[in-house]
């Protein structure tokens, strides 16, 4: 089931073939956050190709999707893996075939899990670097000529991890913070061929897989009153700012980070309750390599 319906358009701020004619390229496109980001460009009249690792969950995502607007086409390529360049370029070439174009890029794509320093392996900070970093790079390197032809716009899922030092979360707060500075270099370079570059980095985000798998729900409460908006983020909250990112109503926007958390990383939200106790025990096992 698609988390956004046609409810979006007739309630939304915009225009309803606001991406009439575009492409978007979405990395992990069949996970909650991107998902439901690219389900907002599907309804505003953009055609999608949406990219992962398992074949079916992909197929299935995108069959759905397709559902959203009368004339939509999504497709579903899955095995792709975002760590193999190669495997990126095949799928940009089958858009193309496919679709005609890529206007718009997603690097969604990432891993995760909560480890303390003690536990995590050095191929465990490699695994999360490649998917999260060297994924987010090979993304655009494999859809840079039809960005640059289309003079089109990129959006990285980054996170707001490396703003303060989250614990059991080095490996990913050190990979969005290449991110971000990925970001802003391409902002730079790519801006003078017309290609725009920011992030999103949402905050709390109720129903994700990384909600789900990363906070103990003893700590769910306590995120709500560390956020100042009193509330657990959605998914439509990511895919709005998405909207307005790939709008034109941003077309003087690149460089920049769009965080989406209610606030939630002023007051130190993504800290953790089990601080420091469960660091202190953990620490006390013999040191994973
Ligand atoms: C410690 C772990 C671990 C864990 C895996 N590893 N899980 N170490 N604690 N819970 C270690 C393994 O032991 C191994 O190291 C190394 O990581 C690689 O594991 P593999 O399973 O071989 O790797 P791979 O198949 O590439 O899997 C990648 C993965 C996995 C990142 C490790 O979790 C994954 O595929 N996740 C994809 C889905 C996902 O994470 N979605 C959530 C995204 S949410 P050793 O040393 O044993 O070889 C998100 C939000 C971020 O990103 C922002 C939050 C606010």
Known sequence: MSSLDSSFVKNSSWKPDLFKGKVVFVTGGAGTICRVQTEALVLLGANAAIIGRNQEKTAK???????????AKVIGLGNVDVRDVQSLVKAVDETVKQLGRIDFVIAGAAGNFLSDFNHLSSNAFKSVISID???????????????????????????????YGVPMQSHVGAAKAGVDALSNALAVELGPLGIRSNCIAPGAIAGTEGMDRLAPPEQRKSIISKTPLQRYGSTRDIAEATVYLFSPASSFVTGTVQIVDGGLW????????????VIISAGEDDPKL
């Not at 759905?64 to 004339?71: F, P």
């Not at 002023?266 to 106790?277: K, S, T, V």
């Open 133 to 163: 970093l060297l994924g987010s790079f090979n993304t655009v390197k494999a859809t840079f000529e039809q960005l640059r032809k289309n003079k089109g716009a990129i959006i990285f899922v980054s996170a707001t991890l490396h703003y």
């Open 61 to 71: 995502a995108a069959q759905e999707m397709s559902q959203l607007r009368s004339d």
């Open 266 to 277: 002023h007051l130190g939200g993504m800290m953790g309750d089990f601080y420091p106790n």
